[in-house]
């Protein structure tokens, strides 16, 4: 979603990356349908897992709750978001998630300088 969420905003003022620790065969269907429902269709993007290289060429890692599993690189600027994991709740909750990730990636963006384009 967080990832989703920045190329929407940013556009090609980022380049974004997102993989996991410990990645899922699919996106969660009811996450899917969430982010349907503020028109960012992810139902051709696979999860992947974390690469050693995807910490070397970024300058802001976002993590959310990868503990010891994500890789630390001095100089880069890191994050780590407590956010729910959305996987085995009601939709309602993944809604709240949902926006919660949206208000974050905004307020990333901004302490950037990159201009948040509105949808």
């Known amino acids: 979603m967080a990832a989703a969420f920045a190329q929407e905003m940013a556009g090609e003022d980022v380049d974004v990356f997102s993989a996991g620790s410990e990645p899922a065969s699919q996106i969660n269907p009811a996450v899917v349908a969430a982010?349907?429902?503020v028109g960012i269709d992810l139902t051709s993007r696979k999860p992947?897992?974390?690469q050693d290289e995807d910490f070397e060429i970024a300058d802001v890692?976002?993590?959310?709750?990868?503990?010891?599993?994500?890789?630390y690189y001095p100089g880069k600027?890191?994050?780590?978001w407590d956010i729910p994991d959305p996987?085995?709740?009601p939709m309602d909750e993944i809604r709240?998630?949902?926006d919660e990730i949206k208000r974050r990636v905004a307020h990333l963006l901004s302490s950037?300088?990159?201009?948040?384009?509105a949808k």
């Open 61 to 71: 890692v976002v993590t959310m709750g990868c503990g010891d599993a994500c890789i």
């Open 87 to 89: 996987s085995t709740a």
């Open 112 to 117: 950037l300088g990159v201009s948040v384009k």
């Open 35 to 37: 982010m349907r429902e």
């Open 77 to 80: 600027r890191y994050e780590d």
């Open 48 to 50: 992947r897992k974390v």
């Open 96 to 98: 709240e998630i949902r």
